[in-house]
């Protein structure tokens, strides 16, 4: 059924279906994809306009229209076009704290939650990373179709340097990392971006240690040796003195009861351990 806007409020808009003869269309029944706030945002006064018939009551004499009904509603059919684990293309249209929408067609779009952004930065915000209007590739996670949501993932498309640590540090290795964080127990270790190792305050030293800032400051660099992997929890644990026990000589302490490195000689197996 044809008619014509005639008026606007901000609940909806009223069309004109005949001379004499008006109906409204709820600001809920413009459109199947957007949200809309205001009927201003999708129409104007004097448009022609295609509506359904929702209700007509006689008593009262008002007549309830549809605009979203004369088109098909496209997440009828949204599990046949986006299926989980399948790479999409879109386009950042907004951007909040907890992740960015992106447009995968017109009026369709997925939530890249900022967990699924990076498998090795801790992202703050979204905008350190994306910015509206960028393009960017993204995987299916999840489609709910009765409540219109799709669940993306950026990382997922990426590959995940966990699952082939073992590989890059295996048990026994030695390794050189930064100091990044001190804890009661221990000390996080960068070994590569977004990889951590815990050296445990139990392996920093053979003696008692009261806090791991008497052995270890943030920003330090240390070689350690590798006495625990476990990809699937994501841990990996490191140990000062495993390594040291190897060396020849015990490793001797500073005034502050820190172990100063020492250098050994063996070809391959050099290493220089200092502060």
């Known amino acids: ?19 004499g003869v008006e109906g409204l269309v709820h600001v809920s029944e413009m459109s199947w994809t957007r ?31 549809g605009m979203k009904q004369v088109e098909a509603d496209p997440w009828t059919t949204i599990e046949e076009r986006y299926k989980p684990g399948t790479r999409v293309s879109g386009k950042v249209r907004n951007l909040t704290d907890f992740g960015a929408f992106v447009e995968l067609e017109p009026g369709v779009d997925g939530l890249l939650h900022i967990s ?4 090795t930065r801790n992202i703050g915000h979204p905008s350190e990373i994306l910015k509206k209007g960028q393009a960017i590739d993204t995987q299916i996670l999840n489609v709910d179709r009765d409540n219109k949501r799709i669940s993306l993932g950026l990382k997922q498309i990426q590959p995940d340097p966990w699952e082939t640590v073992t590989i890059r540090y295996p048990m026994g ?5 930064k100091i990044v ?4 127990f221990g000390a996080f270790v960068e070994l590569e971006p977004g990889v951590d190792g815990l050296l445990h305050i139990s392996q920093m030293s053979s003696r008692p240690i009261a806090s791991p800032a008497d052995i270890v400051n943030v920003g330090d660099e240390l070689t350690l040796m590798v006495i625990r992997v476990d990809p699937n929890e994501r841990r990996i644990g490191l140990s000062l003195k495993e390594l040291a026990a190897i060396v020849d000589e015990p490793m001797p302490s500073d005034s502050r009861g820190r172990q100063k490195g020492r250098k050994r000689r063996g070809g391959d197996d050099d290493y220089d351990e200092e502060d």
């Open 1 to 19: 059924m044809s008619g014509r806007i005639v008026s606007l409020t901000n609940y909806g808009a009223f069309v004109e279906l005949e001379p």
């Open 35 to 65: 949200r809309v706030r205001h009927p201003s945002k999708l129409v104007n006064v004097g448009d022609p306009v295609e509506v359904m018939v929702l209700e007509a009551n006689k008593a009262t004499k008002r007549i309830s229209l």
């Open 116 to 119: 699924d952004m990076s498998w």
């Open 173 to 177: 290795s030695r390794v050189t990392g």
């Open 181 to 184: 964080r001190l804890t009661d």
